[in-house]
């Protein structure tokens, strides 16, 4: 029995993972594996990770094999402070102009080209995946978007161009969370290993709790140590995102699925998640 699980690379989603006791899970079985979003994202479709944190869009296009630990989420109702679209020009002169899209994000990039279209009515413009280096996609590029670490860093320099977040966007215009990442599993997995899933799953649980118990103070002065920026600056990052997948939280993800599938960036409508529940499992209860 094992499971490999999917990390995402970012701080955006470590309340779930900063406090797992690592090695009692290793004996368990559960080995981690971490990336970038856009990377989890493939490795779970290609069945390499039998579950993984990914990006809310990768759990919209391949619904069918994959179910929800309830509960688990990265959402934000407002600012999230690291999805962060940089432009020279403002968002309605954006037609037929360059953007660069950051190779890692797979949720994000469609949120732009949902929120240009639907909002802004920038229906055409000339979209390239680009590693995410600031400099460059700013040489080559009328606008640039940036997500997790590399749009944190870069917030704290200051830019001559427009700088936009979508969490804020996306709030300003539908009223309704956004939804990032959810924590998805295969549903072959879970049948095989439900027991150790629900102990995962319990785990995470755990985790973000111990996070959220201090304020995520513990937290904010190591990534402070690791990554620069002050304490204070983590401890607001944490304070405003949402970790748990509430109903207001699956109302916002079902309507980026009902404008994604508008735009044709989802092949099927996704209608209703399917979240894992008490007794699906009978070792556990949620
Ligand atoms: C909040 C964030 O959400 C992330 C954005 C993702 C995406 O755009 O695909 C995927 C996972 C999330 O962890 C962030 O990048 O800062």
């Known amino acids: 029995m094992s499971i490999t699980m999917g990390e995402i690379a970012y701080t955006n ?38 579950g993984s944190a990914v990006s809310s869009f990768a759990f919209g296009s391949s619904t069918r ?6 509960s688990l989420c990265v959402a934000s109702a407002g600012k999230v402070r690291s999805i962060l679209f940089y432009s020279r020009y403002p968002l309605e002169e954006l037609a037929g102009r360059r953007i660069a899209l950051t190779s890692t994000s797979a949720t994000s990039v469609h949120l732009l080209k949902i929120i240009l279209q639907e909002f802004y009515q920038v229906t055409e413009a000339e979209y390239r995946t680009q590693a995410p280096d600031p400099v460059k996609m700013k040489e080559q590029n009328d606008a640039y978007l940036l997500i997790g670490d590399d749009a944190i860093k870069a917030s704290w320099e200051e830019s001559d161009w427009f700088r936009y977040d979508l969490g804020e966007l996306w709030y300003a215009h539908t009223g309704l969370p956004m939804v990032y990442a959810v924590f998805a599993v295969q ?4 049948q095989q290993d439900g027991s150790t899933w629900s102990a995962l799953h319990h785990d995470f649980l755990q985790s973000r709790r111990t996070a959220q118990q201090d304020d995520f103070a513990g937290m904010a002065s190591d990534y402070s140590h690791k990554l620069g920026g002050s304490r204070a600056y983590w401890q607001e990052y944490f304070r405003g995102l949402h970790f748990t997948l509430g109903a207001r939280e699956q109302e916002g993800l079902l309507y980026y699925y009902h404008l994604a599938y508008k735009y044709g960036y989802l092949n099927e409508a996704v209608e209703s998640l399917d979240i894992l529940q008490p007794g699906d499992e009978v070792h556990y209860l949620f």
């Open 13 to 50: 989603a470590k309340p779930f993972f900063y406090y797992l006791d690592r090695q009692k899970l290793e004996r368990e079985g559960v080995r981690f594996e971490q990336d970038v979003p856009a990377s989890l994202n493939r490795k779970l479709e290609e069945q390499k990770l039998s």
């Open 65 to 70: 094999a994959l179910s929800l630990l309830p």
């Open 187 to 190: 549903n072959e997995s879970f």
